[in-house]
């Protein structure tokens, strides 16, 4: 079993900061990549950020520059810190972990997510 936990989401006004954490744990022999999706209400989820093993980082263009991913490796841990925050950012916010699985004669990825935290952005 792999356990995906998110947290430090909350109510913020515009222009305001957030950081959110990450933490995978569990049967996990190795992580491809770590990431955050998020779902505005009444929309689908969309990937906001998301960093590979190599450290090599995505970003969803409504979000750069003003988002920043990180990661911890030796812990299985992502972050994501969230400045100059707007109103059209509000969504639940979701970690993905992201992990390879031999298997089948092939090697699969599985993807883990975290029960979502919710971002409000709002006067």
């Known amino acids: 079993q792999v356990q995906v936990v998110e947290s430090g989401g909350g109510l913020v006004q515009p222009g305001g900061s957030l950081r959110l954490s990450c933490e995978a744990s569990g049967r996990i022999s190795g992580l491809e990549s770590l990431g955050w999706f998020r779902q505005p209400p009444g929309k689908e989820r969309e990937v906001v950020a998301d960093?590979?093993?190599?450290?090599?980082?995505v970003y969803a263009d409504s979000v750069k520059g003003r988002f920043a991913i990180s990661r911890d490796f030796a812990k299985n841990t992502v972050y994501l810190q969230m400045n100059s925050l707007k109103p059209e950012d509000t969504a639940v916010y979701y970690c993905?972990?992201?992990?390879?699985?031999?298997?089948?004669?092939?090697?699969?990825?599985?993807?883990?997510w975290g029960q979502g935290t919710q971002v409000t952005v709002s006067s």
């Open positions: 960093m590979d093993n190599s450290g090599s980082r």
């Open positions: 993905r972990a992201r992990a390879p699985r031999v298997g089948g004669g092939g090697i699969w990825l599985d993807d883990y």
